[in-house]
Every structure is written in C-alpha cells, then in structure tokens.
C-alpha cells in the first residue's frame, strides 16, 4: 500500500478508532505475503493424461491397453473382468457413440479403471504450511447410465497414509467433470517429507471409469506468527503517520 493511498485512508478514518483498525488490518493483510510468493507450483506428474502407451486396436475393434499404463502402477484385484489402462475413444464405422459427448480433457487417451487402482508415487514430497489441490477429470461413458453413487475415488497420499480424497461427484452419461482433493500441511505435520502418491480407483466394476488430465499444484500457506507480526507493522504505521499528522 503507498502512503498516498494510506493517506487517503487515514484522512477518511479521521479520529475513529475502529476506522482506524480496519485500516490497519486491511494495509497488513495486502502487506502479508508478496503475490509471487503464493502462486501456485505445479508438481510434475509423469503421463498425466495418459497418453502413454498408444492404445493398441483389440480384437473387438476398439483401441485401448490391458493393464498397461506407461509410470502408472495398476494395483486391485486381478480377477477376470477386472482391467485398466489407457483408452482412446474412437467409435466404430456403423456403431453408435458409446463414448463421450464431451470432448477428450487433454489429448486424445484417457485412463481407464475396471474395479482397480491406478497409482504414481512422486518425486515431490510432502512439505509443511503448503496447501496441495489435486485435480482430476473423471468421464461416464454413455453406456452407463446408471451408477452407483461413489464408484470411484481419487486419493492423494503420503507414503501410505491417505491424507485427503474425494468422491463426491458424478459425472452424467458421456460427460466429464473436474474433481478436486485438497489438503492443507501444518507447520509440524509429522508426515513432512514422505512421499506424495496420487491413487485412482474404481470401486464398483463393472462400472469402468476413465480419468483424464492429472494435476497436482502447491501454495505455501503463511504462518500465523508472519500474519500477526505484519498486522503489528501495520498499527505501528498507522500510529507513526497519526503522530506525523499532530
């Protein structure tokens, strides 16, 4: 904040003192941590839209892998039935869509999941006072039009410990949504430096799930002792223009 425009601001508050304090706190609160610093990073996430491998053609004519899917550990049962791996969603000459109607989130693959995991353990490590948001864009194929709420889910983890997921929403048939995870690291946070895993699943075969377009970005969040050191500053400032004015 400039001294002209903290000028302006005292000269309105005049002798009130609540004016006076929300000054201060407003001033402080612009003054606490410089733009730049609180920009989000993104965490590199390895085949994040699964372009990776090519989807072969199968002998049913469609293109996808079985249980292959390029830095992704497919995990779950292995029972008959149960598969995942990467989908391109080219329909058939002569068929109906049984895809999508909304266009692919990022490129033209799409990681799929019949009742398994899919799973990548990050090079980044949990770090402390930083906010993580976990974005992932979940598709219902057309052919689905009824499923169980909560079929699938996506996990952020540290190690082994989950430590935040989401579920809560369901695309409609053909359609994609943007599902996010956030979590929010303490300052003491005993899991500080363990790895950060992101896990998908399907949790209800056969009701396949595809994913899309995996993003993991991190914002340092300020410490407390920061916010009120700077709020003090700030009725300092205000105490020492008052004083100027007299």
């Known amino acids: 904040m400039t001294q002209k425009v903290l000028a302006k601001l005292i000269s309105f508050a005049g002798c009130d003192k609540l004016g006076l304090f929300k000054i201060a706190i407003a001033s402080s609160c612009l003054m606490i941590v410089p733009q730049g610093q609180v920009r989000a990073a993104s965490?590199?996430?390895a085949n994040h839209s699964f372009e990776d491998p090519i989807a072969p053609q199968q002998p049913d004519g469609?293109?996808?892998?079985?249980n292959d899917i390029t830095n992704w550990v497919?995990?779950?049962?292995?029972?008959?039935?149960?598969?995942?791996?990467?989908?391109?969603?080219?329909?058939l000459p002569n068929t109906s869509n049984v895809f999508?109607?909304?266009?692919?989130?990022?490129?033209?693959?799409?990681g799929s999941s019949n009742g398994r995991t899919i799973s990548q353990t990050l090079s980044a490590t949990l770090q402390a006072n930083t906010q993580y948001t976990l974005g992932a864009y979940v598709g219902r194929?057309?052919?689905?039009?009824?499923?169980?709420?909560?079929?699938?889910?996506?996990?952020?983890?540290?190690e082994s410990t989950v430590l935040a997921s989401n579920n809560s929403i369901?695309?409609?048939a053909g359609e994609f949504e943007l599902v996010t995870v956030n979590y929010a690291s303490?300052?003491?946070?005993?899991?500080?430096?363990?790895?950060?895993?992101?896990?998908?699943?399907?949790?209800?075969?056969?009701?396949?799930?595809?994913?899309?377009?995996?993003?993991?970005?991190a914002s340092p969040i300020p410490e407390p002792?920061?916010?009120?050191?700077?709020?003090?500053f700030g009725l300092l400032g205000i105490g020492s223009t008052l004083k100027q004015k007299r």
């Open 43 to 45: 965490i590199f996430i």
């Open 62 to 66: 469609y293109f996808y892998s079985i």
């Open 74 to 91: 497919i995990g779950g049962l292995s029972d008959p039935g149960y598969t995942a791996g990467v989908d391109k969603p080219v329909n």
């Open 100 to 110: 999508f109607t909304d266009p692919i989130p990022d490129g033209s693959q799409v």
């Open 141 to 158: 194929r057309l052919i689905l039009p009824n499923v169980p709420s909560g079929y699938y889910n996506i996990e952020l983890l540290a």
């Open 170 to 172: 369901t695309p409609l």
């Open 186 to 217: 303490g300052v003491s946070d005993p899991l500080i430096g363990q790895a950060l895993t992101i896990r998908l699943t399907s949790t209800s075969q056969p009701h396949q799930v595809n994913f899309d377009n995996i993003t993991l970005d």
């Open 225 to 232: 002792s920061a916010i009120l050191g700077l709020l003090g």
